[in-house]
């Protein structure tokens, strides 16, 4: 079976976010990047599904820049086989469909049974690119899985919404996108990190993969980020004062009289 | 008709959220003299439609197919693009729920475009929307504009757009919506649907939300956390570190790899305020936080606070919140 895992390099939860100077992007200065955490739900059951069937390839494919290549090697060092780089200038500003038609444009003569994405990208947040290429590909999609069943020409998902959870069918091939609490990532081993040295990771620029610069980038993007700003920052308010007695009579008068919330 | 608006209906029922994205649609419709169509998919959508009806879009459309009686995304975006086209909208509204987000984002595909996605804000500039919509889960909010040429496709967050007061009167004119779709296009089906068994309200729609971390010491308190919402009418949530320690679903986590919410109300209890956790509730109206440590990062943006131990302080709260509602 051929898995391709689309992994995205993002900022560590834990930091705090500072406005660069240009006012359009994060400053990257005390940036930690990490593999956006559900993209590595997605590498863990790639790898998974492979052991499992005793067959298979997985290939990690990121869009980037060049820092992009060591998030790479760590999913080469957690156990995928070969790793992709899509790397271009051109391809800086992206938004979700352009960033859609490029990573699709990288995998269409790929042989691909499963097509497997964390289900958003921390920090945009816009879960809008599984969908994405899932439709310029024409493929069925499953989003937020929680568990995972895959057969030879079916996949079942089960997956939380809303108030509810769903038992998915799909066949295959299909674009699926893993929630937290599928798998446990494991982390890279000694020897994993030796033996990603020499797996093989190739990079690809907007020529390489049929897309001309004027497609790509915020050139190519129907929408475009004008700027990034801080929320409000919110003031520490009252600190109830007395017994625990006191203080519950008191929040439960607050929230009703003055903030008139209950 | 200028406006689409997609309706989620599930059990027959349509989603608040989308009534908000319809409400939406009816102030920017008459703000600029456009028309909106509010378009139903599923099986069947009687019940639905006369709720939407009272939320004045001037025209129902109904994908009403025993094909779109179980979702797909295949399918239900085909629906979408067809009313789009047919419709020749500039303009399509979709609630950033888990079907709007796909939906949305496999239709708008069609169209060659993307969706200026889970937006709390919108304004109409020239012939482009500029939107505001959080990114970092809301350590920093996007300023995002369409660029001329239609159809701007834009997800609405949750709870954060009014669905205004339904006219029961209202009686837009409903027609039928073919889709040019066939069984065998469609590749995925949800096969079975197990509703959550909660009593409380689902955690990202909630007006009032009660969260529980690791001040609760184990998970056999986490029911103090459940009743005082109970007690409130509120959803439950939790913070990332009793996810992570086992006591409680993914489900309830409220923060970067978990939910964000925007509630009216934010109950913390037991909870530090990491960044991360912040990160999925700081746009709350009124946050509450109750903590041991007076020295907690939560209190420094709680509207109020209470020093103390969230076990001895939730069920006396309980009590007083049932003998205010008993009143």
Request: with cysteine; net charge negative.
């Amino acid at each position: 079976m051929n898995i391709i895992v689309f992994i995205k390099q993002v900022p560590d939860t834990a930091t705090r976010i500072k406005i660069a100077s240009d006012g359009k992007n994060i400053e990257e200065a005390e940036v930690t990047w990490i593999i956006s955490p559900y993209d590595e739900y997605a590498i863990e059951e790639a790898l998974k599904i492979k052991e499992g069937k005793g067959t298979g390839k997985v290939t990690v494919v990121s869009m980037g820049p060049e820092r992009a290549a060591t998030s790479l090697r760590n999913a080469l060092a957690m156990g995928a086989d070969e790793a992709v780089h899509l790397l271009d200038p051109a391809f800086e500003g992206s938004d979700a469909f352009t960033t859609a038609k490029i990573l699709s444009g990288a995998v269409k003569n790929r042989p691909h049974d499963l097509l497997l994405f964390g289900k958003t990208g921390v920090g945009m947040d816009q879960s809008q690119v599984p969908a994405m290429v899932a439709e310029i590909l024409g493929l069925p999609l499953v989003t937020q899985i929680a568990k995972l069943e895959v057969g030879d020409s079916k996949i079942v998902a089960h997956r939380e919404i809303e108030g509810a959870t769903e038992t998915v069918e799909c066949s295959i091939p299909a674009v699926l996108a893993a929630e937290k609490g599928l798998n446990e990532p494991r982390y890279p081993s000694l020897k994993g990190i030796m033996a990603a040295k020499k797996k093989p990771l190739e990079t690809l620029n907007a020529a390489a993969i049929g897309i001309s610069a004027a497609e790509a980038g915020a050139q190519g993007s129907g929408s475009i980020v004008n700027s990034l700003s801080l929320p409000p920052s919110r003031q520490a308010g009252k600190i109830l004062q007395g017994d625990s007695q006191d203080v519950a009579k008191q929040l439960v008068h607050l929230l009703h009289d003055e903030a008139k919330v209950i | 008709m200028e406006i689409v608006v997609f309706i989620e209906v599930r059990d027959g029922v349509a989603k608040k959220s989308s009534l908000e994205a319809a409400s939406e649609a009816r102030r920017r419709a008459d703000q600029h003299g456009w028309k909106v169509a509010a378009l139903l998919v599923g099986s069947p959508l009687e019940e639905a439609a006369a709720k939407v009806a009272s939320y004045k879009p001037d025209r129902i459309l109904l994908a009403d197919d025993a094909l779109f009686a179980s979702y797909s995304s295949q399918s239900y975006s085909a629906a979408l693009a067809e009313a789009v086209r047919q419709e020749n909208a500039h303009t399509v509204f979709v609630s950033a729920t888990t079907m709007g987000k796909e939906v949305a984002a496999r239709t708008a595909a069609k169209f060659q475009t993307s969706v200026l996605a889970d937006v709390v804000s919108i304004e109409r500039d020239g012939n482009t929307w500029k939107t505001r919509r959080p990114v970092y889960s809301g350590k920093a909010y996007a300023e995002v504009q369409s660029k001329e040429g239609a159809p701007v496709f834009i997800t609405l967050r949750p709870n954060v757009f009014s669905a205004g007061a339904p006219d029961p009167k209202a009686k837009p004119e409903a027609s039928k919506l073919s889709v040019p779709i066939q069984p065998q296009d469609v590749k995925e089906r949800v096969v079975e649907t197990h509703k959550a068994v909660s009593e409380t309200v689902e955690l990202t729609e909630a007006e009032i939300v009660v969260s529980g971390g690791r001040g609760l010491k184990g998970p056999e308190n986490f029911h103090l956390v459940g009743d005082l919402a109970k007690a409130l009418g509120a959803a439950m949530g939790a913070s990332r570190a009793v996810v992570d320690a086992g006591w409680i679903d993914h489900q309830f986590q409220v923060g970067q790899t978990g939910k964000v919410v925007s509630p009216v109300l934010y109950i913390a209890c037991g909870i530090s305020g990491a960044i991360q956790h912040l990160a999925g509730m700081s746009s709350s109206k009124y946050i509450v936080a109750i903590n041991k440590d007076p020295d907690a990062p939560i209190f420094k943006i709680a509207d109020y606070g209470i020093v103390g131990d969230a076990l001895q302080i939730l069920p006396l709260l309980t009590e007083e919140v049932k003998k205010l509602k008993s009143e």
